[in-house]
């Protein structure tokens, strides 16, 4: 909650290993989706101010295209070799922008692109995240609109795959039960991650830090 709350992501990060040790992914899986809507109904408010909404219109969209195709792969690819791969993309990726960053995000072109992209490695590895977070940061965004942009652009795909966990019987009643158990040590987070954003996020340090967790969760997949 305090990584979410400050950021605008990384929660799934922190908790999707821990969960999946403690419960494994049948339930691990379905209790993050449901924990991370929990956590974005939250910053909803503040980020329905800051969000670059037209941007999210062709990101969210194109997100949804994605999915089906990332599902196939998921299918169709050895789980180890897709992992490996999709960790090397976003590690270039972070390397990339590191080192030359942009001034202007990129158009509707590039939001094409990033949502399909995001929504192909949220169903080829459940992690949606890290193509959208490095459009965002690699145009001339101030950290509040990164921040806002990413919390609704993530309630959006929770949402999505609450909906799908419920149809196909995995968010179940004992997924809810653990949520109600940690919803209020996560809010509680969330809360102190806001504070502590709204007291200091220079734009040097809000993109110093998003690259490192961004860059954390390619190394994650290229090493585990």
């Known amino acids: ?45 503040d980020a329905l101010k800051t969000g670059h909404k037209k941007t999210l219109r062709t990101l969210c969209p194109a997100a949804l295209v994605g999915l089906p195709i ?66 965002f940061l690699s145009g001339g965004n101030t950290p509040a609109t990164i921040r806002g942009s990413l919390s609704l652009f993530f309630l959006f795909t929770d949402l999505i795959g609450c909906i799908g966990l419920i149809i196909v019987g995995k968010l179940t009643l004992q997924v809810a039960a653990l949520a109600v158990l940690m919803v209020i040590p996560l809010a509680i987070g969330t809360l102190l991650g806001t504070v502590l954003f709204n007291r200091g996020a220079s734009p040097a340090l809000y993109k110093g830090l998003a690259l490192v967790i961004v860059g954390a969760v390619g190394v994650m997949g290229l090493i585990l």
């Not at 605008?8 to 989706?33: C, H, K, N, R, T």
């Not at 180890?80 to 922008?97: F, G, K």
Request: aromatic share 6%; hydrophobic share 60%.
């Open 70 to 135: 990332g599902i196939w792969a998921l299918d169709v690819m050895p789980a180890e070799v897709l992992q490996r791969t999709i960790a090397a993309v976003v590690l270039l990726a972070v390397v990339v922008m590191a080192m030359k960053p942009r001034r202007e995000m990129p158009g509707t072109g590039g939001a094409l692109i990033a949502g399909a992209l995001s929504g192909i490695t949220n169903g080829a590895s459940g992690m949606a995240g890290p193509p959208v977070i490095l459009f």
């Open 1 to 45: 909650g305090l990584v979410r709350g400050f950021s605008g992501f990384g929660s799934a990060m922190v908790l999707s290993p821990s969960l999946a040790w403690l419960y494994g992914p049948q339930v691990g899986v379905p209790l993050l989706l449901l924990l991370d809507l929990v956590v974005a109904l939250q910053m909803m408010p």
